[in-house]
């Protein structure tokens, strides 16, 4: 049986989508076609999800590893 989902496994998850997210602003950059805007875009919206959820859930995001400016690369483009 598998363990429950506890803080670890959360930070490693959205840490994960992080790192992809901003693959995805890296790839925009250098190819700023339609299709990897709205990728970066996806994953966004993803984090930002995640990252209000927590907030609902007085849950502080920073404890599962969102840094300060987290959302600055999407928008320093």
Same mark, same amino acid.
Request: with cysteine.
């Given at each position: 049986?598998?363990? %429950? @989902?506890? #803080?670890?496994?959360? !930070?490693?998850?959205?840490g994960s989508v992080?790192?992809? =997210?901003?693959?995805?602003? /890296?790839?925009?950059?250098?190819? %700023?076609? /339609?299709?990897? !805007?709205?990728r970066s875009l =996806?994953?966004?919206? #993803?984090?930002?999800?995640?990252y209000n959820r @927590?907030?609902?859930?007085?849950?502080?995001? !920073? /404890?599962?590893?969102? %840094?300060?400016?987290?959302?600055?690369?999407?928008? =320093?483009?």
């Amino acid at each position: 049986m598998s363990e %429950p @989902l506890n #803080v670890d496994n959360m !930070k490693y998850i959205i840490g994960s989508v992080m790192e992809y =997210a901003y693959e995805s602003i /890296d790839d925009e950059k250098k190819n %700023p076609t /339609d299709i990897n !805007k709205g990728r970066s875009l =996806a994953y966004w919206e #993803v984090l930002d999800t995640i990252y209000n959820r @927590l907030e609902i859930c007085d849950q502080d995001p !920073k /404890d599962f590893g969102y %840094p300060d400016d987290w959302e600055k690369p999407f928008f =320093a483009k």
